[in-house]
T-cell receptor
Framework: GESVGLHLPTLSVQEGDNSIINCAYS??????FIWYKQESGKGPQFIID?????DKRQGQRVTVLLNKTVKHLSLQIAATQPGDSAVYFC????????????FGKGITLSVRP | KAGVTQTPRYLIKTRGQQVTLSCSPI?????VSWYQQTPGQGLQFLFE???????NKGNFPGRFSGRQFSNSRSEMNVSTLELGDSALYLC????????????FGPGTRLTVT
């Protein structure tokens, strides 16, 4: 069955450095890949998505890269700030009649001051 | 614009009891999805409602059910609670069915003793 998984459970970075969070997926039929951020006590917050026919998409301080050859997704955060500390989830969605979001396990990003 | 609201925020129930959780989507949003979040299983899709009809369902037993009202508010019910049902239950809303960018509420923390 399809699954979306994360390589590492935790990531610690120095404030100001760039962060790279990686994710592997198995469903080649996914239409979109999405990154969510979840802070303590809150629900997941949409960060950025990328359509399956794209390789790269940039947002504000974030870049998502999609490598369909190796089924790999990454989220790059530039100049990481303390406010970026959270759990990050990658997710995939196949649009259509039975569409649903499938989430990865989550990785904790900890920013050191 | 108010975000997704969920009530109650915290709930403690005993095994065998039943529980009803409520979700009010963002004004104008017609699709409501429910997810269960646990440390072991991560975020798992329960079901999605659109225009008062269940459009998609995850792999959960029939003890988990839901409904959506004409004002798009949604409730989910869990009957005959088990210890393993202890989780954060998240509701997400979007304008249309199976939209990529869903907006999540803060969740209801259910503890079953």
């Amino acid at each position: 069955g399809e699954s979306v998984g994360l390589h590492l459970p935790t990531l610690s970075v120095q404030e100001g450095d760039n962060s790279i969070i990686n994710c592997a997926y198995s469903n080649s039929a996914s239409d979109y890949f999405i990154w969510y951020k979840q802070e303590s006590g809150k629900g997941p917050q949409f960060i950025i998505d990328i359509r399956s026919n794209m390789d790269k998409r940039q947002g504000q301080r974030v870049t998502v890269l999609l490598n369909k050859t190796v089924k790999h997704l990454s989220l790059q955060i530039a100049a990481t700030q303390p406010g970026d500390s959270a759990v990050y989830f990658c997710a995939e969605i196949t649009t259509g009649a039975n569409s649903k979001l499938t989430f990865g396990k989550g990785i904790t990003l900890s920013v050191r001051p | 614009k108010a975000g997704v609201t969920q009530t109650p925020r915290y709930l403690i129930k005993t095994r065998g009891q039943q529980v009803t959780l409520s979700c009010s989507p963002i004004s104008g949003h017609r699709s409501v999805s429910w997810y269960q979040q646990t440390p072991g299983q991560g975020l798992q899709f329960l079901f999605e409602y659109f225009s008062e009809t269940q459009r998609n369902k995850g792999n959960f037993p029939g003890r988990f059910s839901g409904r959506q009202f004409s004002n798009s508010r949604s409730e989910m019910n869990v009957s005959t609670l088990e210890l393993g049902d202890s989780a954060l239950y998240l509701c997400a809303s979007s304008l249309v069915l199976a939209e990529v960018g869903q907006y999540f509420g803060p969740g209801t923390r259910l503890t079953v003793t």
